[in-house]
């Protein structure tokens, strides 16, 4: 389940995710962050584990979502790949890696995403080949 609590004193969200987030509720949260002008706004992201521990990631977070944001727009294989290596410490970023490697993906966000995915494993294939070749 996705949660977004919003601190309408401070005009901020809050955005909470549990472990068993399905890939539709992912897909809504790719809306929000697409349709949503100030992602700057969001204050932090809680991840709620089976047993109620909650992670909280707070750094870099406007960065993230930004960049998610404009590959999931434009539907861009190359920088939705890039955000994900780039962010790859981010809890939102192995969040959505767990929801690739779940099962068949039917939102288009995240065929996008799986698309990325095979992307880069292409091109690691084919720099260790082409170091091999050379040397």
């Known amino acids: ?25 992912f897909c809504e949260f790719c809306n929000f962050i697409r349709n949503n002008k100030s992602i700057s ?20 977070i406007t960065g993230v979502l930004n960049d998610i944001r404009d590959a999931t727009t434009h539907y861009d294989k190359v920088n939705l790949a890039v955000t994900v290596c780039r962010h790859r410490e981010s809890l939102l970023c192995s969040v959505f890696k767990k929801l690739i490697s779940d099962s068949k993906i039917q939102c288009e966000h995240f ?25």
């Open 1 to 25: 389940m996705i949660a977004i609590k919003k601190d309408f004193s401070k005009d901020l969200y809050e955005i909470y995710f549990e472990q068993r987030t399905s890939r539709e509720e």
């Open 41 to 60: 706004r969001i204050l932090n992201l809680v991840f709620i584990a089976p047993n109620g521990v909650k992670n909280v990631e707070y750094s870099n």
């Open 111 to 135: 065929a996008c995403l799986k698309d990325a995915i095979r992307w880069i494993r292409r091109c690691n294939n084919n720099n260790s080949t082409t170091h091999k070749n050379v040397g």
